[in-house]
Nanobody, 120 residues
Framework: QVQLEESGGGLVQAGGSLRLSCAAS????????MGWYRQGPGNQRELVAT???????NYADSVKGRFTISRDNGKNTIYLQMNSLKPEDAAVYYC??????????????WGQGTQVTVSI
């Protein structure tokens, strides 16, 4: 079993900052990708920022220059620093982890989500 524990969401004024954390624990094999997605009211879940299988980062155009994803490999933890938040950034943010098991299956896990609310 794999657990993803998210923290750091909350209410912030437009222009403010928040930092999300996601700690992975359990039977984790070589991590393939790990990152953040979000889902706003009435919207589909969308990629925000992620570490790719090559270790590079990938950001949604809407957050480039404002959000930064980082990680602590020793703790299997990733972070999302969100600056200059806009009302349209309000959503439930989900941590995502994917890896290949030793028997060749792709395992994908999601966190429970953390709410980010941005007030005008």
């Amino acid at each position: 079993q794999v657990q993803l524990e998210e923290s750091g969401g909350g209410l912030v004024q437009a222009g403010g900052s928040l930092r999300l954390s996601c700690a992975a624990s359990g039977s984790i094999f070589s991590i393939n990708t790990m990152g953040w997605y979000r889902q706003g009211p009435g919207n589909q879940r969308e990629l925000v920022a992620t570490f790719t299988s090559s270790g590079s980062t990938n950001y949604a155009d809407s957050v480039k220059g404002r959000f930064t994803i980082s990680r602590d490999n020793g703790k299997n933890t990733i972070y999302l620093q969100m600056n200059s938040l806009k009302p349209e950034d309000a959503a439930v943010y989900y941590c995502n982890l994917a890896f290949l098991t030793p028997w060749g299956q792709r395992a994908v896990y999601w966190g429970q989500g953390t709410q980010v609310t941005v007030s005008i």
